[in-house]
């Protein structure tokens, strides 16, 4: 199975681990599966450091991608053209977070199931995210 990471699944991996679900920790330890992380996560966790909304501990959006680089299998996920010109197809009266949008709208566009914890996103599996937490 193929899997995109909330921003948050990555933060909770990173620093509190222990808010992970059981099924998302058994998805995240199994070696079959193929776990993507976006770059609009990293990009969403550099504006919130940079404007102090994010606090990583005294690390930077840097050390945390390069941890998990180094720590895990896990592959980048980036932003296609097709992705940003056709996002409007999205409602966007369901979850107001553009960062989220564009992570629910890859993983849409790319067969992949999204990891979050955000019950908000489960209304647009009624389009078919498929979604697990």
């Known amino acids: 199975m193929k899997y995109l990471l909330d921003t948050h699944v990555i933060l909770w991996m990173a620093y509190e681990d222990h808010k992970l679900s ?6 995240l330890l199994e ?8 770059v609009v996560s990293f990009w969403e966790m550099s504006l919130k450091f940079q404007s102090g909304k994010l606090d ?3 690390h930077n959006p840097e050390i945390v991608k390069a941890g998990f680089v180094q720590n895990f299998d896990f592959q980048e996920l980036n932003l296609e ?3 940003a010109l056709t996002i409007y197809k999205l409602d966007s009266n369901i979850h107001k ?5 564009m992570m629910i709208w890859q993983s ?3 067969g992949l199931t999204f990891i979050t914890a955000d019950e908000n996103i489960n ?4 389009i078919g995210l498929k979604v697990v937490w």
């Open 22 to 27: 059981s099924r998302a920790r058994a998805i």
């Open 97 to 101: 977070d553009p960062f989220d949008r």
């Open 31 to 38: 070696p079959k599966n193929e776990i993507y992380l976006s």
């Open 81 to 83: 053209m097709d992705d």
């Open 123 to 126: 209304r647009y599996q009624e």
């Open 108 to 110: 849409l566009r790319h």
């Open 56 to 58: 990583l501990k005294g």
